[in-house]
């Protein structure tokens, strides 16, 4: 706790502690809760980094610290920071700080860009300066006013017949403190109709749709209205990589997710996310998960092994 914190924002962090430890019930790994988007982790042995795409939420930890790499960033938050992921991003994550005594304790909230928009068009909310394209993903340090409606949403846990009514309520509270709180110009710069970031999003969610078509940057960069060489340069401000790079993270991730599912093998996994080289397919996945398919596979499998019961 910083001297300059206020006491009470010491007691939220605490409080916040106990209710994700009920919340997950000792279950490790992430439990989806009855408040829509609400979802609340607890690890102990957190392994090795993971890859995943991250869509727009709120990343609040109550105890131990998380490492997220987006690109060549490294976006490090605990107890005393949030995390804000405000565009569709492909990461690398990975919990730095957990024991069996003190588990990793988080909460991931989804953030609806609909309802920011919606806010952003209330004209009683305070104007903001303004600003370019940005980082779609930031750290803050928590403050008592974005930590306390976090608490009343998951005190709603407790009261579910609440959930329906009130929980639509303290997430538009919520929202309205990212946008005030710190970095927050970063979420209006989303919501803002035809904005350079609003324009990156729409072009990031085609390429989600599209991740297995050959990328065409003309025609992506003429959908959302911006020259080919804005559109790179506006690109990678957002999301720390080219578009390129971006898309080969998006074919990768769904290739071993093929790959760990069963049933498929690499050749048929590289040629359904779209390569068209077998060879160039294994270089860059051994490059982007430590090791070649078939062994990574092997690794993935003695790691999630689940032992008989006695």
Known sequence: MS??????????????VGMLDRATGGVEGAVQTPVPGLIVHRIANPGGPKHN????????????????????????YDALHYLVTSVDLPVVGQVRVASDSLPYLGLRLSLDIAEIGEL??????????????????????????????????????????DIAIVAPLVKREILYRLLMNGEGARLRQLALQDSQTQRIAKAIARLRANYAQALRIDEIAREVHMSVSSFHHHFKAVTAM????????????EARRLLMSGGTDASTAAHQVGYESASQFARE??????????????????????????
């Open 242 to 253: 080219s578009p390129l790079q971006f898309q080969k993270q998006l074919r990768l991730q």
């Open 285 to 310: 996945y051994g490059r982007m998960f430590g090791a070649p398919p078939a062994r990574d596979r092997r690794r993935w499998l003695a790691e999630n092994e689940v032992s008989e019961p006695a």
């Open 3 to 16: 001297p300059h914190d206020p006491p009470e924002l010491d007691d939220a962090r605490r409080s916040l």
């Open 120 to 161: 952003i068009r209330d004209e009683r909310l305070p104007a903001a300066a303004q600003t370019g394209p940005a980082r779609g993903i930031y750290v803050n340090r928590i403050a008592l006013p974005v930590l306390e409606p976090v608490l009343r949403l998951l005190k709603l846990l407790d009261a579910p017949a």
């Open 53 to 76: 795409v991250y869509e727009p939420a709120l990343a609040l930890i109550a105890q131990g610290s998380k490492q997220v790499m987006v690109g060549d960033d490294v976006h490090t």
